[in-house]
């Protein structure tokens, strides 16, 4: 019925279906419609069960559709098999901005897939992959994408198993990336060798504004010594509590369109950095 009515109406901007169990079975209809949808702009699908051929489908609109800019897929079992009609799917679009996929089963294959759909899509703002199974390798998949991507400001790579080596593999780019404004590594187990890593990224980047690296398991003297060195580098105002051992698995949010997700908890502290004026 929702699918037929989206097919002659063309008043709806905005479209949230979240958490409605649609699974593969339902998303069909609705993908025929959003094809050849003129004004819909906005679709949450997150928590709706939606698997590799619901993906498919999703993945299928997204190469014909222009008129979507932001879209989440957040919490349904993309898992690595799906990643990779996404990644086919960034290849060909040129309007989507913002894109949601955190707790989303993405491992190191997926985050393979999307990397090199990064290397040429121009359209992608917004990126969230938190609460992702990648860990360190799917960070140095990502890299190689942000040496060369040019348009991504905002990455969420949050409780993605990332650790000290994902962390250096990040601050390389860091150092060549021009694009990158806002990147949260929360609750990621980067240690104090990851801190030195992002220490040294920030004597060469002059982009980043705000980093979020609660949580991230700095431990000792050392360590706490590089967070002095990152304060003489930048103006920040930090906090840091002990990392969460096991995240809470995101319920989707109620509003469509998130600034940040996901929910973090009242003990979540981002670090905002401004660069001292010379």
Do not use: W
């Not at 990455?155 to 080596?165: E, F, R, V």
Request: aromatic share 4%.
């Amino acid at each position: 019925m929702l699918a037929k009515a989206l097919i002659t109406n063309s008043a709806v901007t905005k479209l949230n279906l979240s958490s409605n169990s649609i699974t593969d079975f339902g998303i069909k209809n609705l993908c025929n419609a959003l094809k050849v949808h003129p004004t819909i702009s906005h679709i949450s699908l997150s928590a709706n069960r939606i698997a590799r051929e619901g993906i498919i489908l999703i993945s299928q609109v997204l190469k014909y559709n222009r008129s979507i800019i932001e879209l989440d897929l957040s919490d349904n079992n993309i898992m690595d098999s799906g990643s990779q009609f996404i990644s086919d799917a960034l290849k060909c679009n040129s309007s989507l901005t913002k894109l949601l996929l955190y707790h989303s089963g993405i491992g190191d294959l997926g985050m393979k897939a999307i990397s090199n759909a990064l290397k040429s899509n121009s359209s992608i703002v917004h990126l969230d992959l938190s609460y992702s199974r990648f860990g360190d390798k799917g960070a140095e998949y990502l890299s190689s994408a942000l040496n060369i991507n040019t348009t991504l400001s905002h990455l969420n790579l949050a409780y993605s198993n990332i650790g000290s080596k994902g962390a250096k593999f990040l601050s390389e780019s860091l150092k060549l990336n021009t694009a990158i404004t806002e990147i949260t590594l929360a609750d990621n187990r980067i240690g104090d060798s990851g801190i030195d890593s992002i220490s040294r990224a920030l004597n060469a980047n002059t982009i980043l504004t705000i980093l979020d690296i609660s949580g991230c398991d700095v431990m000792t003297k050392i360590g706490q010594r590089n967070l002095e060195m990152i304060k003489n580098k930048v103006m920040i105002n930090v906090e840091f509590r002990k990392p969460v051992t096991v995240p809470q698995r995101p319920r989707a949010s109620s509003r469509f369109s998130p600034t940040t997700s996901p929910n973090l908890g009242n003990s979540s502290i981002v670090v905002r950095t401004k660069k001292k004026e010379a």
